[in-house]
């Protein structure tokens, strides 16, 4: 088995391992987690795709563009994925927010990746549409960690639930990584290597280490946060018990 070969079966493991996980995720966060881990688990569908058509491509020794699409529109999910966990993140305090932070940030975010992922899908053996659609990605990544920075820059800040505070942050934490997964994307297209992406250890380090880790936050958060639904209906419940109380 080639090193790239390798490289992909460790992938199919890989996502296959933590879509499980993902599921549990989807399940314990209820519908204001919908919009986050169903695009993680998109994500999880993509790679597995990607990488199941490379490593048939590889078998006969052809480099599959399909695939290369499919791994390119795979970044989306990451993209999209970090704006739920981040509506997520808001949802007790979305009535004090910024209008970018309620409606047409989010909207505006969602059409420039929908457009990097029409022109990724649309791209087949044209590579400058393809790099137009990397650049889009770029330019979706940038909006988020403008929704970002504004998020924590609400005056409602400190209102978050602790287990939201702990998503805002993981977030923080997987943007740079998702960045870093970008450039290396843009760098492929752009680059006399085309769509290989260069040597093994530099496909490991900047492109399957920072998307590996990326999922690993978004995992490890929703675990640890996987009661947040229950902690928001608390105060309700010991609201409407004062109530018959009273």
Known sequence: MTPSESLAAANLGFYAIVSLPALYCFIMHGKHGLAA??????MCGLRLAGNAISLHAYE???????AAII????????LIAAMGLLRESN?????????????????????????????AAASKANETI???????????WTMVCGLVVLSYQATSHRQRLSDERKILLAVTIAMPLIGIRIIYAIATVFSSSGLEGGSLAVRVIFGTLPEYLTMLVYIGVGIATRN??????????KSQSSGVGA
């Open 228 to 237: 947040l639904a229950r902690s928001r209906l608390e105060p309700a419940e």
């Open 130 to 140: 393809l790099k137009v659609g990397m650049i889009f990605f770029a330019t979706g």
């Open 71 to 78: 791994n390119g529109i795979g970044l989306s999910p990451l």
């Open 37 to 42: 881990w169903v695009y993680v688990l998109a």
């Open 91 to 119: 949802h007790s305090i979305q009535q004090s927010l910024s209008s970018p932070l309620n409606t047409w940030g989010f909207l505006i975010a969602h059409i420039v990746i929908g457009g990097g992922i029409g022109l």
């Open 60 to 66: 006969h020794n052809q480099v599959s563009t399909v």
